[in-house]
Every structure is written in structure tokens, then in C-alpha cells.
């Protein structure tokens, strides 16, 4: 038996939803509504957020900022693994930051295979995409 990732995504999802006391965001939503993750996270630590932190927090966390933020992007490990040759001289760690870009690295079959397989896998779990 194997375990592929959405195994483990319901899987968590359902212990963090049962048994523990916690937010989980998803990171499509992140994606297209920052703003309100961050207020839905505030609402949940119990604390009041003004709309300029919101603001400023949205962006602070955006993709962009992290994306030139060498503490989160993983460029110093990337450099060292391209300088021994570890991994391809192109490409970065964290790559276009858009919601759904993963399908331009496929083709339309892999992504209508994809799509199939996801359908098929998250009927009952509550979960979309």
C-alpha cells in the first residue's frame, strides 16, 4: 500500500479539524485572499488586527516579499547545491507564486489525468480544488 500526498493532506485535515485546536489555511486561498487568512488566523489567536497590520502583514507575507527575502527562499542552500552540482544552474526555489502554475509544466493530458485522479480522490473528504 502506498500513501500519496492527498492521503496525508486528508488525513491531517481531518486530525487538525477533530482533534486539535487549530487554523489550517489553504494555500489556494492564500493565494488569492491573504487579507482575509490573516484575519480568519487573527480571529482564531483571539487578537484584534487594525486594517493597516492586515496590510501590512499581507505584505510582508506576500509571495514577491518572500520570494526576495533570503531568510525564507532557500537561495544560500540553492547556491551551494548548484555549486557542487547537485542541481540544475536554472530555476529557484520558490518558482512563479501563482495559484494553479503548475499546470503550465504539464501537458493538457497530465493535467486532465491530474485533475481525474484529485476528483476522484477527494470525493468525501470535504476538501476541493
Not at 47 to 55: A, G, I, P, T
Not at 74 to 102: K, S, T
Amino acid at each position: 500500500m502506498s500513501v500519496t500526498w492527498l492521503d496525508m493532506s486528508v488525513t491531517w485535515l481531518d486530525i487538525s479539524l477533530t482533534w486539535l485546536n487549530m487554523v489550517t489555511p489553504l494555500c489556494d486561498l492564500v493565494g488569492h485572499d491573504l487579507p482575509s487568512v490573516i484575519r480568519r488566523t487573527a480571529d482564531f489567536l483571539n487578537k484584534r488586527l487594525s486594517d493597516n497590520q492586515v496590510d501590512s502583514l499581507a505584505q510582508h507575507l506576500s509571495f514577491d516579499s518572500m520570494k526576495k527575502n533570503r531568510s525564507v527562499n532557500y537561495e544560500e542552500v540553492v547556491e551551494i547545491n548548484r555549486r557542487f552540482n547537485l542541481i540544475p544552474a536554472e530555476g529557484d526555489f520558490m518558482r512563479a507564486g501563482q495559484v494553479g502554475g503548475w499546470k503550465g509544466k504539464m501537458t493538457e493530458q497530465q493535467v486532465e489525468q491530474f485533475d481525474q485522479w484529485t476528483e476522484e480522490h477527494l470525493e468525501g473528504t470535504g476538501l476541493c480544488f
